[in-house]
């Protein structure tokens, strides 16, 4: 009888023990559970980051690593807690079965700590997927920049290249002005001598004309020379001159270089009177363009080539006597021979 009791007392002493581990067991559990989702909700905020995603997600895969550690640990405890247990339940068979109830309970919790404990192994193995590529990414865009200096460099080194060709192509191109700046001036220096040589041929030619002068680099001829009042066909007496303007020039021609662009530029020019009647011409500017073609059409008929002759038509616009006499108005009404170049 004594006995007996003291069996059940004994009984009643271990349960309070293994209510005690059992609760410790479920909240260190609950505790794990509580911890692994926060960390998952701030693994899950701060994966996006690079660099500095990249330290805190070590951090938080070492803090994993060791709340694993410590719930293996925590787990084998109270797995050696439930061996001692089920070691010294001896009392009765209804308190073995409801521990053993509670042992299989137990196990399916620790299990279901496993599963997930497996679940968020995966999840870090996942995370550190992630971060390996976003470093290889990262990788990726720093060759890119990389390429890109490099082609900058060399579009850097093509560029100074092709301004130094430039540079040598402006002095190359300012040595070539200056050369053909004096070229074009020795060849003006010839026209200017074969200009004074047919000058001074047509000065003996033409010595007995006092209607005949000598403005600057013109030969100025009265236009009573070669035409008839308001005409623009050439008289027997104007042609008669224009065979010796034509002699000199052909044979002053067969001496100038070839390459020296000459022509003999014909003007003509009337007096400010305008045309009256019903005539060909209804201005001056018509009839001094047409005097100029005459003569400039006679000249060819004398084997002056086309190309070295030009006809230009004033009106009465360019006088060189603004008086309105009778001697003012005749020296405005001229027929001027220049020779020039093109």
């Given amino acids: 009888m004594a006995l007996s009791r003291a069996r059940r007392d004994r009984g009643i002493d271990y349960w309070p023990g293994f209510v005690d581990a059992l609760?410790?067991?479920?909240?260190?559990?609950?505790?794990?559970?509580?911890?692994?989702?926060?960390a998952q909700y701030f693994l899950q905020r701060d994966i996006a980051g690079k660099d500095d995603a990249m330290v805190r997600l070590q951090a938080q895969i070492a803090e994993l690593g060791e709340l694993l550690r410590l719930e293996r640990g925590q787990r084998a405890t109270l797995q050696e807690g439930l061996a001692a247990i089920t070691a010294t339940l001896g009392a009765t068979e209804e308190d073995r079965r409801r521990l053993q109830g509670l042992l299989d309970d137990t196990r399916a919790e620790a299990g279901s700590a496993?599963?997930?404990?497996?679940?968020?192994?995966?999840?870090?193995?996942?995370?550190?997927?992630?971060?390996?590529?976003?470093?290889?990414?990262?990788?990726?865009?720093?060759?890119?920049?990389?390429?890109?200096?490099?082609?900058?460099?060399?579009?850097?080194?093509?560029?100074?290249?092709?301004?130094?060709?430039?540079?040598?192509?402006?002095?190359?191109?300012?040595?070539?002005?200056?050369?053909?700046?004096?070229?074009?001036?020795?060849?003006?220096?010839?026209?200017?001598?074969y200009r004074s040589e047919f000058f001074g041929r047509?000065?003996?030619?033409?010595?007995?004309?006092?209607?005949?002068?000598?403005?600057?680099?013109?030969?100025?001829?009265?236009?009573?020379?070669?035409?008839?009042?308001?005409?623009?066909?050439i008289e027997a007496g104007g042609r008669a001159e224009l065979d010796k303007i034509a002699e000199a020039l052909l044979q002053l021609s067969r001496d100038i270089p070839a390459d020296i662009p000459w022509v003999l530029r014909v003007d003509?020019?009337?007096?400010?009177?305008?045309?009256?009647?019903?005539?060909?011409?209804?201005?001056?500017?018509d009839l001094s363009a047409a005097r100029a073609i005459a003569v400039v059409q006679y000249l060819i008929t004398k084997g002056i080539p086309p190309q070295r002759l030009v006809a230009a038509g004033f009106g009465e616009f360019q006088p060189i006597d603004q008086g309105e006499s009778t001697e003012a108005l005749a020296r405005n009404r001229r027929i001027e021979l220049r020779l020039t170049d093109r």
């Fill in 268 to 285: 003509g020019h009337t007096d400010a009177r305008p045309i009256s009647g019903g005539g060909r011409f209804r201005t001056n500017w």
């Fill in 114 to 193: 496993a599963g997930r404990a497996g679940t968020l192994e995966s999840q870090l193995a996942e995370q550190r997927r992630n971060a390996q590529a976003a470093i290889t990414q990262i990788e990726l865009l720093n060759q890119q920049i990389a390429a890109l200096r490099r082609q900058l460099a060399a579009l850097e080194d093509a560029l100074q290249v092709s301004e130094s060709r430039d540079r040598e192509s402006q002095v190359r191109i300012t040595d070539l002005g200056r050369r053909l700046n004096l070229a074009l001036a020795q060849r003006v220096q010839e026209l200017s001598r």
């Fill in 23 to 38: 609760s410790t067991f479920l909240l260190s559990i609950i505790f794990m559970l509580s911890v692994f989702m926060l």
């Fill in 202 to 233: 047509l000065r003996e030619i033409l010595a007995e004309r006092a209607d005949i002068r000598v403005v600057g680099d013109r030969f100025v001829f009265g236009s009573e020379v070669f035409f008839g009042s308001s005409q623009a066909e």
